[in-house]
């Protein structure tokens, strides 16, 4: 079965990594340091990966605030819910926010455009 977790804590998730990587990428180019050139690309290129990671935490942000609070029925604790569906950040409950989807089994397509409306 396919895990499940918040969107806004996979985004974090994915900007993190994004950091892990450049800094990855920069510590690599510390060996090609008898190649000045080699050694700059790799600089830059983990520069690159940490700058799209500032870009990635400033969407969260933005996505943020497009987000609803609700208070989770599981943990009661305030979660934000992303679109039509999403989980719990704490205890990954599943929560929507259309009434017609309630008590359905959890399933990320509903996040898709329904087409025949
Ligand atoms: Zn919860």
């Keep these: 079965m ?3 977790s918040s969107k806004i804590n996979k985004i974090r998730t994915f ?3 994004l950091i892990f990587i450049g800094f990855i990428v920069m510590y690599i180019g510390i060996f090609f340091r008898t190649s000045p050139l ?3 690309i790799f600089m830059l290129l ?3 990966f940490i700058i799209a990671s500032t870009v990635t935490y400033f969407w ?3 996505l943020s605030t497009k987000s609803v609070q609700v208070v989770c029925p599981n943990c009661q604790r305030h979660t934000k819910v992303l679109g039509r569906v999403d989980m719990c ?3 990954n409950e599943p929560l929507t926010l259309d009434p017609k989807l ?3 089994e959890f399933d990320e397509k509903y996040n898709r455009k329904v087409k025949n409306t």
């Design 46 to 48: 983990g520069m690159l």
């Design 38 to 40: 080699v050694m700059t």
């Design 60 to 62: 969260i942000g933005m």
């Design 102 to 104: 309630e008590g359905i």
């Design 15 to 17: 900007a993190l990594s």
């Design 89 to 91: 950040m704490y205890c």
């Design 2 to 4: 396919a895990k499940y």
